[in-house]
């Protein structure tokens, strides 16, 4: 198609200038913060803006890896991701495929039950949580870093949803067949759900893996830091000498990372799971 | 849902237990999501709405019998008692209220903005700049707000970009200067260093009215910033999603009509996103309410508590302070605002008839 009306050739360009302009604005902080974490201290406060460090240093690396504790909150982090990831996973698709499938008392009651749920605002549960890990004997302790965030109310929504797009045909077949509830689920209902499972793994991944708030009000010890918790912590003083900012935005850096390679990895993926579902179903 | 039924009819009954078996596979299977929402979301609701009526310090079973029982007194020393804790809560009710004031029309408008633009059927790379602009919301808190506190630090990008302009940017996270007093004495309405006594004598709920009319203060807005920045993406997707669902005959017969492109978009595409734009409203609203991590890590409530807000009032009441019945409190006082506006909010929008508000085209 070709376009040869002035109008919208000026239009294309002012449209093209936009998201150019924005997609600046979105970006460069973060080259920014890339640029940052190689430079020397001195520079990083000369040159903030510069997206190229000059000197190149990796000594802001060095210094968060050696002088902090930041190699045992990766540890902790890694492992409260998969465990978290692992369990919601799992625990939402049986609860999801219950609620769409198999015709039990009270599964209204209790999907009205999830969607309240979800409707109640986090924050809200802050200080509220704590009081039953401390009265439970939790507090401070991976139990509670980890077991109230295996189960998503939202996830169980997202499950349910999808188990109802998929017709019934196959599993009636299994059934027939004679495998039980558990089976038809693990392996022919499972199998199935390949798009929404990776929804939700990379939910629960990016939801784990950046949770920050939920570690206040469950661990104290720095031994139980995760990784969004210790760089708190480094920046809001208790931990943090001087600026650093180099050693700071490293820290930043390692915490974006993951999230970013999943986010690049599986954008196209994301996009044609969903529409090979949505016209499959 | 009733899709089932016809199945297990036309299957003989195998076994007379066939209902109590599926009852009681279905229990199973949901009992791990049952014990742990019920362990770790109702069950410390029920204990936090006890802990509230108390003065339970954090030592030792706020069910001991040593603990005060204050009865409702956690509640009323934040709206009718005049003391510090009254003028914290309000303070930062002040300030959240500024916050979702500002933060929820910008990422509503920017959001629809960048979705329309992405969505402009001649432009391409469309992947690439939805993607971009997706980005910063689904990386860490914590970790974009140690980039911003750089950015904006004294020396930062932010000021030295400034200065390529000629502008004196000011110290973003020392600045306690409400916006709102600057604007005000910027147009020469009010001194902000000696505002009138009119202002400054009395006001509802323990802060003058000139307290109440700050604004956000400098500080605030860098979190603003932050916030606008990351969670537009999101809801840019959203729009995004909606757009794409409207038929492309409509807009072409809006175009044979002789619409203009502002006309096709008022007439046509804003009615049918009025859905979507409720959606993105609502969720705006209760997710800015909740603003915790960036007031965590940027700012702790300072500079003189103008970026304080009730989650983080609530959480440093009860974990720095120890007293948890007064953190408890205004959690659920937020939680009350929160639900009000919410409700506030669906009805005003309900009211709205889309075709009533073409005045201003």
């Given amino acids: ?281 | 849902m009733a899709d089932t039924a016809p199945a297990r009819a036309t299957r003989p009954g195998p076994r007379l237990s066939a209902a109590v078996r599926e009852n009681i596979a279905g229990w199973l299977f949901v009992a791990p999501v049952v014990v742990i929402l019920g362990l770790f979301m109702l069950l410390p609701i029920l204990m936090a709405m006890w802990v509230s009526l108390t003065d339970w310090n954090g030592q030792g079973s706020p069910f001991r019998s040593g603990v005060p029982f204050v009865g409702t007194e956690n509640y009323t020393r934040l709206f009718t008692e005049d003391g510090l804790a009254r003028q914290d809560f309000m303070t930062s009710v002040r300030n959240n209220f500024y916050y979702v004031a500002i933060v929820v029309p910008a990422q509503t408008v920017l959001a629809l903005g960048l979705a329309l633009i992405v969505n402009a059927r001649m432009l391409k790379g469309k992947t690439f700049f939805r993607a971009a602009f997706f980005f910063p919301s689904v990386t860490s808190s914590v970790a974009i707000s140690v980039v911003f506190l750089f950015i904006f630090a004294n020396s930062g990008a932010v000021t030295s970009l400034l200065k390529l302009f000629g502008i004196d940017g000011p110290q973003w996270f020392s600045d306690s200067r409400g916006v709102l007093h600057l604007l005000l004495g910027g147009l020469g309405l009010v001194d902000p260093a000696d505002p009138p006594a009119a202002l400054t004598d009395g006001g509802p709920f323990g802060l003058s009215w000139w307290e109440w009319l700050s604004g956000p203060s400098v500080a605030m807005c860098t979190i603003i910033m932050l916030v606008v920045w990351t969670t537009s993406g999101t809801f840019m997707l959203m729009f995004l999603a909606a757009l794409q669902d409207i038929p492309v005959t409509l807009e072409e017969a809006g175009m044979l009509d002789g619409a203009g492109r502002w006309q096709r978009f008022r007439h046509i595409t804003l009615p049918l996103l009025k859905p979507t734009l409720f959606l993105v409203l609502t969720l705006g609203l209760i997710a800015t309410w909740q603003v915790f991590d960036q007031v965590y890590v940027m700012s702790q409530g300072n500079p003189a508590k103008t970026t304080l807000t009730p989650a983080f009032l609530s959480y440093q009441t009860a974990f720095r302070s120890f007293e948890y019945g007064s953190g408890t409190a205004i959690s659920f006082v937020l939680f009350a605002i929160i639900v009000v506006l919410a409700l506030v909010q669906r009805w005003i929008m309900r009211d709205r008839d889309p075709a009533r508000r073409t005045r201003r085209s």
């Avoid at chain 1, 369990?87 to 219950?98: D, I, K």
């Fill in chain 1, 1 to 281: 198609m070709k376009r040869r009306d002035p109008r919208s050739l000026a239009s294309t360009f002012a449209g093209y200038f936009v998201l150019v302009f924005f997609a600046l604005v979105f970006l460069y902080p973060f080259v920014i913060q890339v640029a940052n974490s190689f430079k020397t201290e001195p520079d990083a406060a000369a040159n903030a803006l510069s997206p190229i460090p000059h000197p190149f240093t990796t000594s802001g690396y060095e210094k968060v890896f050696l002088n902090t504790d930041l190699p045992l909150w990766l540890g902790n982090s890694v492992l409260v991701t998969i465990l978290v990831t692992a369990g919601r996973v799992l625990l939402c698709s049986m609860a999801g495929y219950a609620l769409a499938r198999i015709r039990f008392r009270g599964r209204k009651a209790l999907f009205s039950a999830v969607i309240g749920v979800m409707a109640v605002p986090p924050v809200v549960l802050f200080v509220p949580k704590f009081l039953v890990l401390n009265q439970f004997g939790l507090y401070d302790s991976y139990t509670a870093l980890i077991l109230p965030l295996i189960v998503d109310a939202a996830g169980v929504f997202i499950m349910k949803q999808f188990f109802e797009s998929v017709p019934v045909s196959v599993e009636e077949a299994a059934r027939i067949d004679g495998a039980g509830v558990w089976r038809t689920f693990w392996s022919v209902v499972l199998p199935m759900a390949r798009p929404a499972l990776i929804t939700l793994t990379i939910i629960s991944f990016q939801g784990s893996w950046n949770e920050f708030a939920h570690t206040l009000v469950a661990v104290q010890s720095p031994e139980l830091f995760t990784l969004p918790r210790g760089i708190a912590d480094l920046v809001s003083g208790s931990l943090g000498k001087g600026t650093q900012y180099p050693l700071k935005l490293g820290a930043a850096v390692l915490a974006t990372i993951p999230v970013a390679v999943i986010f690049v990895v599986f954008q196209r993926y994301f996009v044609r799971g969903a529409n090979e579902g949505a016209e499959k179903g």
